[in-house]
């Protein structure tokens, strides 16, 4: 269907050819935010690598955007956490954000004026336009992140895929990035968050996926995060359900 950006079909996918992914279906569509949810090594990583292409689905399949994952990759794009990165590289906030126009226009093309005014635009979207030429290791884990999210929607993707893009950042950053995601969603991109903070997944998602290894519940967040669901998929590790209201899930 064309409004789906993402559908998963009875996806297997895992390294050196142990799966560890089994039989992962649902989709994603244009406008809509999913949640990706799960315990420690449930396999929320490697289901965004397998959507990026970088895991081999060895079962079923994982069609991004009408593609095959790895013909997608232009359209697509990974926020990745901030404090992966090293904040000694010597590069300005500019410089990362432009980053995000060379997956459109080639690492061989110098970027033009368009690619610097879409790149000054995705960092004003996340309040940061000031810091432009601020070296990026200068600022907060929070703003990193920010920057992180800037150079990616700069790529104008039709797919945000992002790695638990929240932990440790402060709540004027969390904001920023909430409001950063929602102004492209608007603009009919989808978004897949792989979050442990299940508050958040209600207040910012439409639907969930609850995954460990295979697929709990893929659907409308009040419908998939509920307290049957959620022990579940995380077993023994710890959650902290109070009543019928899910807390927050320890990573
Ligand atoms: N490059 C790799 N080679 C082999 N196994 C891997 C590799 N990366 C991850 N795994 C294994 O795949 C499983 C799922 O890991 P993954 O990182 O996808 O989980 P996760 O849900 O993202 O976990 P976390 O919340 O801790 O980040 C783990 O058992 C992990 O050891």
Same mark, same amino acid.
């Given at each position: 269907?064309?409004?789906?950006?993402?559908? %998963?079909?009875?996806?297997?996918?895992?390294?050196?050819?142990?799966?560890?992914? !089994? +039989?992962?279906?649902?989709?994603?569509?244009?406008?809509?935010?999913?949640?990706?949810?799960?315990?420690?090594? *449930?396999?929320?990583?490697?289901?965004?690598?397998?959507?990026?292409?970088?895991?081999?689905?060895?079962?079923?399949?994982?069609?991004?955007?009408?593609?095959?994952?790895?013909?997608?990759?232009?359209?697509?794009?990974?926020?990745?956490?901030?404090?992966?990165?090293?904040?000694?590289?010597? /590069?300005?906030?500019? !410089?990362?954000?432009?980053?995000?126009?060379?997956?459109?226009?080639?690492?061989?093309?110098?970027?033009?004026?368009? =690619?610097?005014? /879409? *790149?000054?635009?995705?960092? =004003?979207?996340?309040?940061?336009? +000031?810091?432009?030429?601020?070296?990026?290791? *200068?600022?907060?884990?929070? !703003?990193?992140?920010?920057?992180? $999210?800037?150079?990616?929607?700069?790529?104008?993707?039709? %797919?945000?895929?992002? +790695?638990?893009?929240?932990?440790?950042?402060?709540?004027?950053?969390?904001?920023?990035?909430?409001?950063?995601?929602?102004?492209?969603?608007?603009?009919?991109?989808?978004?897949?968050?792989?979050?442990?903070?299940?508050?958040?997944?209600? $207040?910012?998602? +439409?639907? *969930?996926?609850? $995954?460990?290894?295979?697929?709990?519940?893929?659907?409308?967040?009040?419908?998939? #995060?509920?307290?049957? #669901?959620?022990?579940?998929?995380?077993?023994? !590790?710890?959650? =902290?359900?109070?009543?019928?209201?899910? /807390?927050?899930?320890?990573?």
């Amino acid at each position: 269907m064309a409004d789906l950006a993402l559908r %998963l079909a009875h996806a297997t996918a895992g390294y050196d050819g142990t799966p560890v992914l !089994q +039989d992962v279906t649902g989709q994603v569509r244009a406008g809509e935010t999913v949640a990706l949810i799960g315990p420690n090594g *449930a396999g929320k990583s490697t289901l965004i690598k397998a959507v990026l292409g970088l895991v081999p689905v060895t079962a079923g399949t994982i069609t991004v955007l009408g593609r095959a994952p790895a013909a997608a990759r232009r359209d697509v794009a990974y926020v990745p956490q901030a404090d992966t990165l090293d904040p000694q590289f010597p /590069i300005s906030v500019a !410089q990362v954000v432009l980053m995000g126009r060379y997956r459109r226009t080639g690492w061989l093309r110098r970027p033009g004026r368009t =690619d610097r005014r /879409i *790149a000054a635009d995705a960092l =004003d979207l996340v309040g940061l336009a +000031d810091r432009a030429r601020v070296r990026f290791g *200068a600022l907060s884990g929070g !703003q990193r992140q920010r920057v992180l $999210l800037a150079r990616a929607i700069a790529q104008q993707p039709r %797919l945000l895929l992002l +790695d638990e893009p929240f932990n440790g950042v402060d709540v004027v950053s969390q904001d920023a990035l909430l409001a950063a995601i929602g102004a492209l969603i608007r603009q009919g991109a989808a978004a897949v968050i792989s979050t442990h903070d299940l508050a958040l997944a209600h $207040l910012a998602c +439409d639907a *969930a996926c609850l $995954l460990n290894r295979h697929v709990h519940g893929f659907g409308p967040v009040r419908e998939v #995060l509920t307290p049957a #669901l959620l022990r579940a998929a995380y077993g023994s !590790q710890a959650l =902290d359900l109070r009543g019928d209201r899910v /807390i927050v899930a320890r990573p």
